[in-house]
């Protein structure tokens, strides 16, 4: 194992989807000082070996969209998902329109099968940034409908605005709340509209019960499971780098949280994310 990582957790019994990963992203390490990153194809095969067969790479801006499309397009084990973060849209002021726009043409490419992730951040974007989030939800919106792309939600402390907003558009016919992050009420009200409900590494946490409620009232055909790595590494990992390989810790303690057989658990799980995302895709061998 690469100094820095933690060690890998048992195989599951049953091959899952990372359906929400940065495989370009570095991650801090504590103990080495600087930056990790496992190159693409040792992070597929480290994932493959525990049962992590296939992964959504997906992007946050203009670069890492585009890097998604080309990782995808090299590797039949990844697909793309391409956006502009809510950040990053509020950032970009008089360029938003262009980007918007190349946004549009990457969601065009065959291996693209999700806009995303795009939404509402309300925690690290003030009340002056938020007319250009907004605007940009929407019309990420209307690029999932154009392309028939699966939207991803990015959804922090804005939940009643992300409803409402699909609410007066209208979601796509598949749609995910990445991360999930309310709690039961909110759960139920996302699942009405359609919605798949996303579970990170952040399920695990001690001050997390919210999260543990909203999973025992969601269907269980609408569960997905995530890592959002390098970041929100499970529990008792937290702290230090996530990678996809670490997804069976997640959904462990989501089966027994749950009361589910694992096996039961895992094949619910890829069922899911096919529908979710429109259909399967190759595994990783």
Request: hydrophobic share 45%; proline share 6%; with cysteine.
């Amino acid at each position: 194992m690469t100094e820095g990582w933690p060690e890998a957790p048992e195989a599951l019994p049953s091959p899952v989807v990372d359906n929400h990963c940065h495989l370009d992203h570095r991650s801090w390490s504590k103990e080495l000082g600087g930056g990790l990153l496992i190159p693409v194809d040792e992070a597929l095969d480290r994932a493959a070996a525990v049962g992590v067969t296939r992964i959504v790479q997906v992007g946050c801006d203009l670069e890492s969209s585009r890097w998604a499309v080309e990782t995808a397009t090299a590797y039949p084990s990844v697909v793309a998902a391409v956006a502009l973060h809510p950040n990053d849209a509020a950032r970009l002021e008089g360029d938003l329109e262009a980007a918007l726009a190349e946004i549009d043409r990457l969601a065009a490419d065959p291996a693209v099968r999700a806009v995303g992730e795009t939404g509402l951040d309300y925690f690290r974007t003030g009340a002056a940034g938020r007319p250009a989030q907004h605007r940009s939800f929407r019309e990420h919106i209307a690029i999932a409908k154009r392309h028939d792309r699966t939207l991803v939600i990015h959804d922090r402390d804005a939940h009643d605005d992300v409803l409402a907003v699909i609410d007066e558009v209208g979601a796509p016919d598949r749609w995910v709340m990445h991360c999930f992050s309310g709690d039961a009420e909110f759960a139920r009200a996302c699942v009405e509209r359609g919605a798949f409900l996303s579970f990170a590494g952040t399920v695990t946490f001690k001050n997390a019960e919210n999260l543990r409620e909203a999973l025992l009232v969601t269907p269980h055909d609408r569960i997905l499971v995530e890592t959002d790595a390098p970041f929100l590494t499970p529990t008792p990992h937290r702290g230090q780098p996530n990678a996809s390989f670490l997804v069976p810790l997640t959904v462990r303690f989501m089966a027994d949280h749950l009361g589910l057989d694992l096996a039961r658990l895992c094949r619910a799980i890829d069922a899911n994310t096919d529908r979710a995302f429109g259909g399967s895709w190759p595994r990783r061998a």
